[in-house]
């Protein structure tokens, strides 16, 4: 059986080596040291009984130390649920439903959860490191996480993505990127992250800035486009109403932004006299994701694309993926939910 994710992303760190991976901060955070991290939480997890298919919550923000957790869950092969900041109480309860495990950077992370077992980020970083590359433990058709909606109707509702699903993709695959993300992939050389790792679009793009050899670079508090300059991002992920705000800012105030290469728009569509003010004000650098929680990715249109268009479909990369499916049509529009099978995905309504 091939080894499962997060291998691939394993032996990107252990390639990296000496190189810059993630700055946070004045800190500056190798490939090896990453790894290290990523081997400390990992055996961590295990020594305290997370186990393959245990449900496991990350409470977590946005730092490398973050970043290893996340990777040390998919390690042991738990089904992992980010937890992002904002969620009401009630959506908060929800969304921890059938996680016997939360892990948290702050003292008072899981405040209000339910009982669990309360994990803290730096006590699982207390582990003794052995320096031998994790095992990977990850079985195929285990749900490896649970993806939430918005929970703009309700309570969010989740979507699993089983571990042969997140195998499958291309993130971390340089020989599987479809044509729009081999032009994407190489403007990422210093990608801007802030929010939480809980973002399914945030981890992705993170992963393949890593691919394409690039450092993922951390705001804590970000504000564009003084984050953009502060940090000489060079590509980013952004909603619509921030690029709104960006371009208004930009145009009424410019600021040298010339090492932007790429932002990444996902979240909802972008109309196209939207889009060319943009190209207007900040050159060609706005890529237009489309998808759907429960497909991930369905288009990607890139800066040489007509303004409006929906792009192109990805591609697919074959093997198993989310559960459910329907072959994917690239001549339906923004109103289906075509997805090729490998990305398509079932509501996951109750979680053992």
Known sequence: MAEQFPGAVLDLLEAAGGRPVFEHGDRIVTGHRLLA??????????????????????????????????????????????????????????????????????????????????????????????????????????????????????????????????????????????????????????????????????????????????????????????????????????TVARLTKLVASVRARPVDLGALRALMVSGSPVDAARLREAADVLGPVVFHGYGQTETGMISMATPDDEPGSLGVPPGRAGGQGRRGGGACRPERTANSSCAPPRRAAATWANPP
């Open 37 to 238: 991290l990523v081997r400390r939480v990992t055996k961590g997890l295990r020594a305290r009984g997370v186990r393959p298919g245990d449900g496991v919550a990350l409470l977590l923000g946005v730092g490398p130390e973050s970043f290893a957790a996340v990777l040390a869950a998919h390690t042991v092969g738990a089904r992992v649920v980010g937890v992002r900041p904002g969620l009401t109480p009630r959506q908060r309860q929800h969304v921890l439903t059938g996680t016997a495990f939360r892990v948290t950077d702050a003292p008072d992370g899981a405040a209000g959860a339910r009982p669990g077992t309360v994990l803290a980020l730096d006590d699982l970083l207390a582990t003794e490191d052995d320096g031998r590359r994790p095992p990977v433990s990850a079985r195929p058709r285990d749900i490896a996480r649970l993806l939430h909606t918005s929970g703009s109707t309700g309570v969010p509702k989740a979507c699993a993505q089983t571990y042969a699903a997140m195998t499958a993709a291309w993130a971390a695959h340089p020989d599987r990127w479809p044509p729009a993300v081999r032009e994407l992939a190489p403007r990422l050389e210093r990608f801007l992250v802030f929010g939480t790792l809980a973002s399914q679009v945030m981890m992705e793009y993170g992963l393949l800035a890593l691919a394409a050899g690039g450092t993922l670079v951390t705001a804590d508090a970000p504000a564009f486009p003084d984050s953009l300059v502060r940090h000489r991002a060079t590509g980013s992920v952004i």
